[in-house]
């Protein structure tokens, strides 16, 4: 009698079925359609290459076991990937491939998240981790890996997420474009932008959780169905081992594959965690392959990214990764204004001015200053003003301007030329005051890190272009004149470190 590919399919899956969980059978096996029957070579087409190995390296055996019930020991399997979805003009491209595996001892893993939890355990974990390889071999945990994790209804498990991060209140400068669009693309597309993964990476304090937050919220607060899970990569870590030694590796790997936005911070703790990597791998490839959105950030490039896999370093580069620089000083203005309003709090302009202009290391240390000057002034009653910042930054200034700070400068210039510091901060513009005040400017700009902006602000309020100005007037001068020359190597004896 002669049969047909689609019976000889369905008597299969009915053998397949009996053999594995179910979840794993509809996500594995559901997909597949039986497309030819000949000389006993049973083909199935399926969805992609990704599905092709999977299935190749987890359920070979109990293909194996339905073909060989089916059509006898010359029965044969070959597989038709889908490598292009095609549209509906053109139908869509295969590649076929034969089934490479031998059938081997029988594999145990017969899920996706047995698979999982297997291969995390391979090698030397698998040593350190004997008893944690016993849920995997547990047959009842098998036949349906997913009943643990049933009780679990995805729109209870709390995402984690600070509902106080948002775009909203996430100030756009040029050193966060970038991040922040295609944050929000992710947001707003969970899953289905070429920004998947999204790596986002930049020092502390510069705004990195605060972004990966608000693509969480964003996501909850559109699409309320979705289960969107914010966990820093050390917590993972943590759960991790936790699963380990309480034999719940396999649960651990079931609740992560449930998840449809995955957000994971700080992923440069994963570095030197060779188990912890392998088990994020493994969910990174099944969520990614699922459709399902990665967002990851580090405080470093992906290539310093010291003690982690170069597999795993390669999946971020299937996204988009996206720096976040330190705030210029517009940025830091429109932050603290930002703040200010979140938090209702009322601070003169020149304070805010001067905050913006003296802390420039990272955002989280500019909400400290304000945080510390808004506690100052209600504890001592008093309405914060230029004075009250400038006794709260002390600590941050001598920090940054350790070397040589702006105030030694103008000191040092001003006595050498006889002037006061106030005339060289002053408006004149007699022509000895200008010549010092030009001098101090260019001392600034060479022994301190202040931007130019910054520099004309302690200079009486001037602007950028003005201190551009006094650099390239003294570069001159240094040029053309000798005895000036002189004056510069003299002076600068008195800024270089001893
Ligand atoms: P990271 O995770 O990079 O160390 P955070 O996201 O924790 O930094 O940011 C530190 C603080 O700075 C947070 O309170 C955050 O809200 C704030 N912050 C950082 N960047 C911005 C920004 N562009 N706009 C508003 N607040 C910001
Ligand atoms: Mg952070």
Known sequence: MLKDCRTVWANCLRVIKANIGEQSFRTWFEPIVPVQLHNNVLIIQVPSQFF???????????LKKGIYQELGPEGRLEYSIVVDQGNSQNKPRTVNIPTSRKAAAPTQAASPAAAIAASALTGSA??????????????????????????????????????TYSFENYVEGDCNRLARSAGLAVANKPGTTSFNPLMVYGGVGLGKTHLVQAIGNHIKATSPDKFVLYVSAEKFTNQFIESLRNNGVQDFANFYLLVDILILDDVQFLSGKDKTQEMFFHIFNHLHQAGKQIVMTSDRPPRDLNGLEDRLLSR??????ADLQSPDFETRM??????????????????VEYLAHSVNTNVRELEGVLISLVAQS?????????????????????EVEAEVNLDFIQKTVAEYFSISLDLLKAKTRKKEVVTARQVAMYFAKEHTSH???SIGFHFGGRDHSTVIHSVQTVSDLIDSDKNFRNTIVDLRKKFVKK
Not at 52 to 62: A, F, P, R, T
């Open 52 to 62: 092709y190995e999977w299935l190749e390296e987890h359920y070979v055996d109990v």
């Open 126 to 163: 698998r040593n350190v981790a004997a008893a944690a390889a016993a849920p995997v071999s547990n047959p009842d945990m098998l036949r349906n890996p997913f009943e643990a994790t049933k009780a679990i209804d995805r729109n209870y498990v709390k995402s984690q997420l600070n509902n």
């Open 316 to 321: 971020f580069k299937w996204g988009l990764t």
């Open 334 to 351: 429109a932050i603290i204004q930002n703040k200010m309003e979140q938090d209702g709090i009322d601070i003169p302009p020149q304070v």
């Open 378 to 398: 209600s504890l001592n009653r008093r309405e914060i003003d230029l004075e009250m910042a400038k006794q709260a930054l002390r600590h941050i200034i001598e």
């Open 451 to 453: 931007s130019l902006k």
